[in-house]
């Protein structure tokens, strides 16, 4: 159960968080919901295929993304916060940013989660913030930055390595006194592509953390450089890949895709 908005979400049947990137420069849907007309249909599509939260994000973290200001990231958030509480007042929204005062901005207009690429790491005020906010958190595991990640993919082990990062990074957030918690193993964030599928493969390990995760896969170059596509033709690797996460215990995905996520849930389960 996370707690978002007074709604207590159970996770034992998983969920779908949807993808809203406002952007100019995403991997794979930058800048085409830039008109909020277009913003509120796309969320408008994505609710109704029956995704549990949007995720909004203002600045990109894909390798190389440009340098985003924390003043340009609020300004480019906030007015679409405000319009997608207005339109759809049971949205359950989640921030994706790294920063303190992109999470606090947010929050304050309306949005029930905050999405961190860096579990604290990039942002001093992160944990304290969210603490304060009492709002679930996501963590993610990276090192270096959105600019250095891809030049960090040295591990001996890379899931002993990931499961001791997030013990700390767990512990850190629960003494700030932040009690919903999820992980995400950040697929394709200072990892290369034999680490992603390691990491996939041995997701399961990652239960032993008693959190529900997240995973975010949705057309990510871990599944059209296998199938040497593109990330627009990446929908059925995605709907693969997925289908393995939820049967690892995967609780959230996150996708640009909301109806074949939702299937793929329906579909595994009725295996259990």
Do not use: W
């Amino acid at each position: 159960m996370i707690n978002c908005n007074g709604n207590l979400i159970d996770l034992s049947t998983p969920k779908v968080m949807g993808i809203l990137n406002v952007t100019p420069n995403s991997f794979y849907d930058g800048g085409k919901h830039k008109e909020i007309n277009s913003i509120i249909h796309q969320v408008d599509k994505m609710l109704s295929e029956g995704a549990d939260f949007i995720d909004i994000g203002a600045y990109s973290s894909k390798p190389s993304a440009e340098f985003v200001s924390e003043e340009e990231e609020i300004k480019r958030l906030v007015p679409i916060v405000k319009s997608l509480v207005e339109t759809f007042p049971n949205i359950i929204l989640s921030v994706d940013t790294f920063r303190a005062q992109v999470a606090k901005a947010s929050v304050e207009h309306g949005v029930a989660m905050v999405n961190d690429i860096a579990a604290g790491l990039l942002d001093d005020k992160m944990l304290e913030t969210v603490a304060e906010l009492k709002v679930p958190y996501i963590m993610m595991h990276m090192r270096g930055n959105p600019q250095t990640m891809q030049s960090l993919t040295d591990y001996n082990d890379i899931v002993k390595e990931m499961i001791f990062y997030f013990s700390e990074r767990i512990q850190k957030a629960r003494s700030f006194g932040i009690s919903d918690i999820v992980i995400d193993p950040g697929f394709g964030f200072a990892k290369t592509l034999e680490q992603n599928y390691e990491v996939l493969h041995k997701m399961e390990l990652f239960e032993m953390l008693e959190l529900p995760i997240l995973v975010g896969v949705s057309r990510k170059s871990m599944i059209y450089k296998v199938l040497e596509s593109s990330p627009q033709e990446a929908l059925n690797g995605t709907s693969v890949l997925n289908t393995i996460a939820l049967q690892k215990g995967a609780k959230i995905l996150r996708v640009h895709d909301v109806k074949e996520a939702v299937e793929c849930i329906k579909l595994v389960s009725k295996l259990k």
